[in-house]
């Protein structure tokens, strides 16, 4: 069993940056696929990224370019870097774990993962 904890959201201005946290306690962290979803009020659970646990990464369109997702396993950290921040990426963002060496190519299907952090808000203004 894992459980994720997440950090590092807040409110910023369009075009600012933010680095979003979600740290792994209970379980060997280096066995899973990883990865961020996102959902704004009144929408459904989108995924934005995912990493392997070899670091292989895939990105959801809207993102690419601006965000980036990596891990540090030394310390069962995942890390998401959201910069050239847009008012519509204003979202709860959540950190999502399964048992996988290699996420699959459905990676931004929420049904996918079944261990799931409270969230961190990111509200842009623009």
């Known amino acids: 069993q894992v459980q994720l904890v997440e950090s590092g959201g807040g409110s910023v201005q369009s075009g600012g940056s933010l680095r979003l946290s979600c740290a792994a306690f209970?379980?060997?962290?280096?066995?899973?696929?990883m990865a961020w979803f996102r959902q704004a009020a009144g929408k459904e659970r989108e995924g934005v990224a995912a990493i392997d646990s070899d670091g292989s990464t895939t990105y959801a369109d809207s993102v690419k370019g601006r965000f980036t997702i990596s891990q540090d396993k030394a310390k069962n950290t995942l890390y998401l870097q959201v910069n050239s921040l847009k008012p519509e990426d204003t979202a709860m963002y959540y950190c999502a774990a399964v048992y996988l060496e290699y996420c699959s190519a459905s990676w931004w299907n929420s049904d996918n993962y079944d261990h799931w952090g409270q969230g961190t808000q990111v509200t842009v203004s623009s």
């Open positions: 209970g379980s060997t962290y280096s066995s899973y696929c």
